[in-house]
T-cell receptor, first 106, second 109 residues
Framework: SQTIHQWPATLVQPVGSPLSLECTVEGTSNPNLYWYRQAAGRGLQLLFYSVGIGQISSEVPQNLSASRPQDRQFILSSKKLLLSDSGFYLC?????FGSGTQLSVL | QKEVEQNSGPLSVPEGAIASLNCTYS??????FFWYRQYSGKSPELIMF????GDKEDGRFTAQLNKASQYVSLLIRDSQPSDSATYLCAVTFYDKVIFGPGTSLSVIP
């Protein structure tokens, strides 16, 4: 089974600053990869998914973007963070989730 | 818009009872169905998945799928206080995996 590495665990960023969250996967090849966001007390919102290198599907138009430069690497980015970007960000692959990043935008 | 609905709860059951969690989905083309458990501040962990109509049992957990009614449920037998968590239903349609809002379960000792 695959292992998902996601970091950092927590992040505090000022409004207007950039963001880069990285997710890497071990134990599988050509996986489907997903980024989700979970606001406090809410469900998981699908942000982006990718079925291969360079292939990104966006589910929700917003302040974020995603890239997949390598088969097992999935990156979530923002040029300028908004307060509403705060939340728990999760990378997923094959039914398994990474440990998540708790992002607070202040 | 593909949607997955769950009762938000909280659902409270006494220790040893059966907890019943329900989920409905809007897309008849959905192919795979998953139940996750999430403790506060942690990432979701997969409990069960089901693809075919009927029941699937794994220990104290039973997943039930009815594609005609677009309904999937999770039964937890002999509920324990450690089962207290939020339970998330997830549904796939081709490459997308869509989650419901989750049901909060509290098992009372």
């Amino acid at each position: 089974s695959q292992t998902i590495h996601q970091w950092p665990a927590t992040l505090v960023q000022p409004v207007g600053s950039p963001l880069s969250l990285e997710c890497t996967v071990e134990g599988t090849s050509n996986p489907n990869l997903y980024w989700y966001r979970q606001a406090a007390g809410r469900g998981l919102q699908l942000l982006f998914y990718s079925v291969g290198i360079g292939q990104i599907s966006s589910e929700v138009p917003q302040n974020l973007s995603a890239s997949r430069p390598q088969d097992r690497q999935f990156i979530l980015s923002s040029k300028k963070l908004l307060l509403s970007d705060s939340g728990f960000y999760l990378c997923a692959c094959g039914g398994t989730f990474g440990s998540g990043t708790q992002l607070s935008v202040l | 818009q593909k949607e997955v609905e769950q009762n938000s709860g909280p659902l409270s059951v006494p220790e040893g009872a059966i907890a019943s969690l329900n989920c409905t989905y809007s897309d008849r083309g959905s192919q795979s169905f998953f139940w996750y458990r999430q403790y506060s501040g942690k990432s979701p962990e997969l409990i069960m998945f089901i693809y075919s109509n009927g029941d699937k049992e794994d220990g104290r957990f039973t997943a039930q799928l009815n594609k005609a009614s677009q309904y999937v449920s999770l039964l937890i037998r002999d509920s324990q206080p450690s089962d207290s968590a939020t339970y998330l239903c997830a549904v796939t349609f081709y490459d997308k995996v869509i989650f419901g809002p989750g049901t909060s379960l509290s098992v009372i000792p």
